[in-house]
């Protein structure tokens, strides 16, 4: 268990100074079994529990005189794998964690190592904590611009097959971070909202800055999913704009023939009194009359721009 006192940096206490500290604001991280048996000291009055080991999304829920909710964080290496999942509940008081994961644990020792408050409160922090919450992802999604641009790039230059499952992969990551965005956003709504008059007006401005930094990064990852359906659709097109032109090529020989073909067939009939099969120069004629065909429908379809 760990217990933080909000003041200019986080600073670690005791159990006894946490509890013992009037007016001063607080994050704790326990796990399961530590908030089971200390739950009564932090005073909340909690109606519905909270179950670090229950988590499905993301979400906040108003108590007569507390909040609890969870977290449930997709880890960023892997956004279809394992997700960080957490517990909390909170009051005017402070904020403590239910986590066995140690994600918590691992997010407030980033903000001990690079945060300095001027004005230390619980709303502050919790704008910190938010943040790291989304913090590595504009990374991912300039990372993943990058590669969606390439993959398009490949599809105009290339007239080979282009693998679509990175694609694919990236639309379901970019699926996954706006399932999580949005439960983030619902999140802070439910904080920005202060039922319970637990923040300050003035600080709340905190969550309201949080809100309009989501807002975009949901427009941003919106953006990128797009991208990545328009990459799919640009390759489906360009698939049958090679096929139309195959299927042109084809239909050019199959017309250029045709008449050779008649011919053939005509001639292979073999009447007895076709006057051209004992033509001494009936053979040469049928071979100049063919390249005259071709050489014609050829000088034809390149004026159409059919080739």
């Not at 005791?14 to 604001?25: A, M, N, R, V």
């Not at 290496?77 to 918590?104: C, P, Q, T, W, Y």
């Not at 073999?270 to 065909?293: D, K, Q």
């Amino acid at each position: 268990m760990s217990y933080y006192l909000l003041e200019e940096t986080m600073r670690p206490c005791s159990s006894e100074e946490l509890h013992g500290c009037t007016g001063c604001q607080y994050a704790a991280v326990l796990t399961t079994p530590e908030w089971q048996a200390e739950r009564d000291l932090f005073d909340m009055g909690i109606e519905m529990e909270p179950d670090a080991g229950n988590i499905h999304n993301t979400k906040a829920e108003v108590n007569f005189d507390s909040m609890t909710g969870t977290f449930l964080i997709p880890d960023r290496e892997d956004l279809k794998g394992n997700a960080f999942r957490f517990a909390f509940a909170l009051d005017e008081k402070g904020i403590v964690f239910i986590d066995d994961s140690g994600k918590a644990e691992e997010m407030i020792a980033a903000i001990r190592r690079t945060k300095r408050w001027r004005e230390p409160s619980l709303e502050r922090f919790l704008y910190d904590f938010l943040e790291l919450v989304v913090y590595h992802d504009l990374p991912i999604m300039e990372r993943y611009e990058e590669e969606l641009d390439r993959i398009e790039d490949e599809i105009l230059s290339s007239e080979g097959q282009i693998d679509l499952a990175r694609v694919n992969e990236i639309r379901s990551d970019v699926r996954e971070l706006l399932v999580h965005y949005e439960q983030v956003i619902d999140m802070t709504q439910e904080l920005e909202e202060n039922e319970n008059g637990f923040f300050s007006e003035e600080n709340l401005r905190y969550m309201h800055l949080f809100m309009n930094r989501m807002a975009r990064r949901h427009d941003s990852a919106v953006s990128l999913r797009d991208h990545a359906i328009q990459v799919r659709d640009l390759y489906n097109a360009q698939l049958e704009v090679r096929q139309n032109r195959t299927v042109t090529l084809l239909t050019v020989i199959t017309t250029i023939f045709m008449p050779l073909t008649l011919i053939v067939g005509w001639y292979g009939m073999n009447f007895r009194y076709m006057p051209e099969l004992e033509w001494r120069l009936g053979y040469p004629v049928v071979i100049v009359v063919s390249i005259v065909i071709v050489i014609f429908c050829l000088l034809f379809f390149k004026k159409k721009k059919w080739l």
